[in-house]
């Protein structure tokens, strides 16, 4: 769907909470937002589950854009959310991603549908950014966490694994940091060491975040990097991630493990 966001929109107001809304969909639709939910009342004709509530813990982020077609005058702001669900034939569980649109046509006039449809988003992203902490499982002490905005540095090393990084990149993360409305640079390493020099001598002002999308060689090659510079003993505080795109993939789950 393509998205028209105006920059007057885009500075609308948060309103406070909690906060009522009313969109009209094919079934009209009552939103209320506290602090730490979403709640969707559905005045429905059809049977079926008339109410749901979606945790703020869960959602990465808020959009609001102008639908495809441009003779309808409404505008639209979609949630999305990532609870832990029970996976199909599976004692586990896992995060998995649900969103909620909501169309907004108030009054005729598609800009302010889209300026209404911008606050809401904007009250959304704002009560989830508080409740950021609790989905990342944040106590008193630690590492600062890197908070948006994030900008950060992705690397992929296209012939990890099996090939398969870029695909895996693309397929499951190019979307959720769109929806989370984090800035990224996508470098794709085109052969052995170019992280590790890129790094080197990389300004690192520019980043929040070096992320890898391979196995533990890329990211033993950032490390490296970042080792081998003037200013390493600062260098090496920069927040590292690692998303497993190699064969192996030992550190990732070695690190995921330990999370739980
Ligand atoms: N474009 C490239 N062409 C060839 N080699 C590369 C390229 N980019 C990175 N490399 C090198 O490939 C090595 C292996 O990569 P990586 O660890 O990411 O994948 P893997 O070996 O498939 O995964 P795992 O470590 O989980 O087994 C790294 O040490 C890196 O130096």
């Not at 906060?19 to 506290?34: K, Y």
């Not at 989370?180 to 170019?194: D, F, Q, S, W």
Request: aromatic content about 8%.
């Amino acid at each position: 769907m393509e998205q028209l966001e105006s920059p007057a929109a885009r500075s609308a107001p948060a309103p406070s909470l909690p906060f009522r809304f009313q969109s009209l969909g094919r079934d009209c639709e009552l939103g209320n937002l506290t602090e730490s939910a979403l709640t969707i009342k559905r005045i429905s004709s059809s049977p079926g589950r008339t109410k749901v509530v979606f945790d703020l813990t869960d959602c990465v982020g808020c959009r609001a854009y102008r639908g495809p077609d441009s003779s309808d005058v409404g505008a639209y702001f979609t949630a999305y959310f990532y609870p832990f669900k029970r996976r199909w034939m599976s004692a586990g569980v896992a995060r998995q991603r649900v969103e909620q649109c909501f169309r907004v046509a108030l009054v005729q006039d598609p800009l302010a549908n889209l300026q209404e449809a911008e606050r809401w988003a904007h009250a959304i992203r704002d009560a989830s950014a508080v409740q950021a902490p609790r989905r990342d499982g944040e106590c008193g002490s630690g590492p600062p966490k890197v908070r948006p905005p994030c900008r950060v540095m992705i690397l992929v090393n296209p012939h990890s694994g099996r090939g398969q990084a870029l695909q895996l990149f693309t397929g499951h993360i190019q979307g959720m940091l769109t929806e989370a409305a984090v800035p990224y640079t996508l470098v794709l390493t085109e052969h052995k060491n170019h992280a590790r020099e890129l790094v080197r001598k990389a300004d690192l002002t520019k980043w929040d975040a070096l992320v890898i999308m391979s196995g533990d060689g890329l990211l033993f090659e950032v490390i490296n990097g970042l080792m081998e510079r003037e200013d390493w003993q600062e260098a090496i505080q920069t927040p590292l991630g690692i998303l497993p795109g190699g064969s192996g993939n030992a550190l990732a789950a070695s690190i995921h493990h330990y999370s739980q």
